[in-house]
């Protein structure tokens, strides 16, 4: 009965002093877990944060670029304003210069009018010019040559006496070609050696 007991109490014995060691390897590799996962956790944490900090400087870099695509937008619809209306502008400076070239035609015209009524109403406007200084100076024989000035300023001097312009001067008639003064029934006319069949009525005056 003893000898049962002492062999009871030796396996008890070596049973402890083998799962005695287990124990404490067992907790030992627990504790080496706890210590690695705060690690981990921390170094996961750690990725988190550069990962939001990314996506904050990707978000901030995508807002700068939405800004500056608006501000290019907005300049580019600047420029645009801009060029309606230096063309509208100039539509309305060709519209004016349209208007003045019609109000001075209509001058011309009025001019033309007035020299030929007052040519209808006095023969030649203010008298004639007589016979034999007419024929010292004028005709067929005595040719000259008129200027664009003269024809801007609409009027001419020759032979000691002025001719104004009642007629307009005809496309084929060139500045360098000769002229020369002829006179029908109380009337002035120009004539070009170049285009015989051609005329321009004059105003006179003495």
Not at 68 to 91: G, L, P, R, V
Not at 118 to 146: L, M, T, W
Not at 164 to 169: K, L, N, T
């Amino acid at each position: 009965m003893k000898l049962a007991g002492v062999i009871s109490t030796a396996v008890l014995s070596l049973a402890l002093g083998v799962a005695a060691p287990a124990f404490a390897q067992e907790q030992h590799d627990q504790q080496d877990e706890q210590k690695a996962q705060p690690a981990q956790e921390q170094k996961n944490a750690q990725q988190e944060d550069k990962n939001t900090q990314q996506e904050k400087k990707n978000s901030q870099q995508q807002d700068k670029n939405t800004q500056q695509e608006q501000k290019s937008a907005q300049q580019q619809d600047k420029n645009t304003q801009q060029e309606q209306k230096s063309a509208q502008q100039q539509d309305k400076n060709a519209q004016q210069e349209q208007r003045n070239a019609q109000q001075q035609d209509k001058n011309n015209q009025q001019e033309q009018k007035n020299a030929q009524q007052q040519q209808r109403a006095g023969g030649n406007g203010s008298g004639r010019i007589p016979d034999d200084k007419f024929k010292a100076n004028f005709g067929r024989e005595h040719s000259f040559r008129v200027t664009q000035t003269d024809y801007s300023n609409r009027r001419f001097q020759y032979g000691g006496y002025s001719f104004g312009f009642v007629d307009p001067w005809p496309g084929n008639w060139l500045y360098t070609q000769d002229v020369y003064v002829i006179e029908i029934d109380g009337v002035y006319y120009l004539c070009n050696a170049s285009y015989p069949g051609v005329s321009l009525v004059l105003s006179f005056a003495l």
